[in-house]
């Protein structure tokens, strides 16, 4: 009964502080976070009888946490800003290594500490800064996206780290000691890489055929926490364990479902986690040693962030990018409280020391939210002193939009669609969320903005609320629901066009009120059984009529609420059936020298003369008295079985054999 009464308190607690929170314009983790320092054993009142089965479930609150991250990430996304994700994030990891080290040994501390608390700082916290974007609805611009990228790359480099330290630092040092737990990292990545990619989506293939929510749910549960304890059972950190599974799952056809399916759990299991924060913080620690603490987190957050800034400028993002680097990647990650407890139970780290080191990361996770919201205020200062970047990452006209088309997904088919539009004077904007693609329609002159279009700063940038169309123009799963969605709240009668890669996106968007559905595969299928059907020579008229069986059958509610669009349909299918042939007149051709009243080519093969061309001038429309000359060209307008018949008419004739005189 302890451990409902703990779980009780805890809830209850994270709910009030998020109450809280809220009412202060602030992140939710803000309020679980004091939440936690409240019911925590160190402040004495209502408290929890047993911290570590909080912790214990806490930590599956940190593994269903990154396992979402994973699933949320997507290697394209990062793949046009991989130099500053990558190429940055190790060179800010290598900066601060020294620096952490440097603080350690200022306060007083040995060099081992000192090695450990270098490592537990050069992560910043994915979750928290995530949880802060998305509380702002900041997720998906560019800024946040180099930020996740680079957080995601610092927690991945943590573990190589850790365990390598561990390796240094064994009684027995060994080249293959030192390299043996990086190999387990290598190792372990590489099967996650092929088998489990591999694996992963069967799994789920098999068990979305039968339709039931409740075991999608289990099986993707158990699939990021049953991996992440394998990773835990091979001697590395289950939480890591997890954030792989959730990347893998990513790539698959099942990733964005699996994120939507289990994002309620995830939040209630993150609540744990982020409460289980607040009472690991010892005010008695944290009030004698208060200056030490307050100094070291400052230090190696500022230090960091000035780093990261540093390196982004130098990558060439400018903007608010340097800025929302400095104060937004201020919390110090959750893979720290890994490596200093691993440090303090190995003997590494002393008592008083772990707790510092633990206070100074809990500080900086409380801070973070606070800091983060300095941001947009200080920008707007350097704007309005004339501030000025290199990198917009809006491309938008003067004017204000309305009755527009959002194009929503990016991508060549939005700049085709674009380019259409704009012959038309048709009002647009593209919401590109590729950064690559963003540059490569500025050049073109096009509307854009860099961004996320499933998230509300990017929608309201893109006036949604005013636009009369919104066209999808990519197509992944789930990631388009939720796009949708977020035009609904800004646009309830929003009037959306999307395109759907398989079946199962139809019924998803269906679903979700999407009435007017393109689908590549049968467009193509369509024109290639119109290709096939021609090959084999059947008759023009039949092939149309198939044809368009095939497209009414699929798309009948277009033709039903535009029924000039049938109409024009209809005349467009009949121009198409006409086609224009030139024929030529040979010496000895019945016509040559013949009018047209005369030549009787009508009355023979059914159809009229558009026009000659002589000696390279044009005749168009020529009158039942002009007279055809042998080298003139005949232009005649039919269908493709009355060209031929004046194709053979026209034919060149043959010669007649001589004849020999007998001698």
């Known amino acids: 009964m302890d451990l409902a009464i703990n779980l009780i308190i805890v809830v209850t607690a ?17 309020g679980y976070i004091i939440a936690g320092i409240v019911i925590g054993p160190y402040t004495g009142g209502v408290t929890i009888t047993d911290p570590d089965q909080v912790a214990g479930l806490a930590e599956v609150g940190a593994a269903l946490l990154l396992f979402s991250l994973g699933l949320e990430f997507s290697m394209k996304s990062i793949a046009s800003i991989r130099d500053v994700t990558i190429g940055g994030a190790a060179i800010q990891v290598f900066l601060t290594l020294f620096i952490g080290y440097a603080l350690g040994r200022f306060i007083g501390w040995g060099a081992v500490p000192s090695m450990w608390f270098a490592v537990s ?5 994915t979750s928290v800064i995530m949880k802060t974007l998305a509380s702002r609805g900041q997720l998906g611009t560019l800024s946040s996206r180099v930020m996740l990228g680079m957080s995601i790359v610092q927690d991945i480099m943590v573990l190589p780290l850790m365990v390598l330290l561990i390796g240094l630092l064994g009684t027995e040092l060994s080249v293959l000691g030192v390299l043996s737990p990086v190999l387990k990292v290598v190792g372990f990545v590489a099967v996650m890489a092929y088998a489990g990619s591999r694996a992963i989506p069967m799994v789920l293939k098999f068990v979305a055929t039968w339709e039931s929510q409740e075991l999608f749910i289990l099986t993707i549960t158990a699939l990021g926490l049953g991996i992440g304890y394998l990773t835990y059972a091979f001697g590395l950190s289950f939480a890591f364990g997890a ?14 479902r699996a994120l939507s399916d289990i994002t309620s759990l995830r939040d209630v299991f993150s609540l744990l986690f982020f409460v289980s924060i607040g009472m690991l913080l010892d005010p008695k620690v944290l009030a004698s040693h208060a200056g030490v603490t307050l100094f070291l987190m400052a230090a190696a957050t500022l ?8 390196v982004t400028y130098l990558f060439g993002y400018r903007n608010i990018i340097p800025l929302a680097s400095l104060l937004t990647m201020v919390p110090i990650s959750e893979i720290a409280f890994i490596v200093l407890q691993t440090a303090m139970t190995s003997g590494y780290m002393g008592r008083v020391e772990y707790s510092i080191a633990l206070n100074a990361v809990v500080l900086s996770m409380i801070a973070a939210p606070i800091v983060s919201g300095l941001v947009g205020p200080i920008y707007s200062r350097i704007k309005r002193n004339g501030g000025s970047s290199n990198i917009r990452s809006l ?15 990016g991508g060549a088919l939005a700049r085709y669609l674009a380019n259409a539009l704009r012959r038309f004077d048709i009002p647009y904007v593209i919401i590109e969320p590729n950064h690559s693609d963003f540059l490569r329609g500025k050049e073109l002159g096009l509307s854009l903005i860099l961004g996320d279009p499933s998230q509300d700063v990017i929608l309201q940038t893109a006036e949604t609320d005013a636009a009369r169309l919104v066209v999808m123009t990519t197509s992944e799963g789930m ?22 890669a398989g079946e199962e996106d139809v019924s998803i968007l269906r679903d979700h009120g999407v009435g007017d559905i393109v689908q590549p595969d049968l467009e193509a299928s369509i024109e290639m059984a119109r290709e096939t059907l021609l090959h084999f020579g059947m008759v023009a008229t039949a092939v149309h009529r198939e044809i368009e069986a095939m497209r009414r059958t699929v798309y009948g509610t277009v033709f039903g609420k535009f029924p000039e669009y049938e109409a024009m349909n209809s005349l467009q299918s009949s121009t198409n059936m006409m086609a224009m042939e030139w024929v ?3 010496k000895g051709n019945p016509v040559a020298g013949k009018r047209l009243s005369e030549a009787g080519i009508r009355e023979t093969l059914g159809i009229s003369v558009a026009a000659v061309q002589r000696d390279g001038e044009l005749i168009p429309n020529p009158g039942s008295d002009f007279e055809l000359h042998v080298g003139d060209y005949i232009g005649v307008a039919g269908t493709p079985e009355q060209n031929a018949e004046v194709v053979r008419f026209f034919r060149k004739p043959k010669p007649e054999p001589q004849k020999t005189e007998r001698p």
Do not use: C
């Open 14 to 30: 994270g709910l009030i502080g998020g109450i809280v929170a809220k009412r202060l314009n602030q992140p939710l983790i803000f």
């Open 121 to 125: 700082i050069v992560s910043s916290s």
């Open 243 to 256: 954030f792989m599974a959730g990347l893998v799952l990513s790539e698959s056809d099942y990733g964005k």
């Open 303 to 310: 230090l960091r962030g000035v780093i990261l800034s540093a």
């Open 395 to 409: 491309n938008l006209p003067d004017e204000k939009l309305s009755g527009h088309v959002l194009l929503a997904g």
């Open 479 to 500: 990631g388009t629901v939720e796009v949708i969605k977020g035009i609904r709240r800004q646009n309830p009668k929003a009037e959306i066009l999307a395109w759907a």
């Open 584 to 586: 030529y007149i040979h």
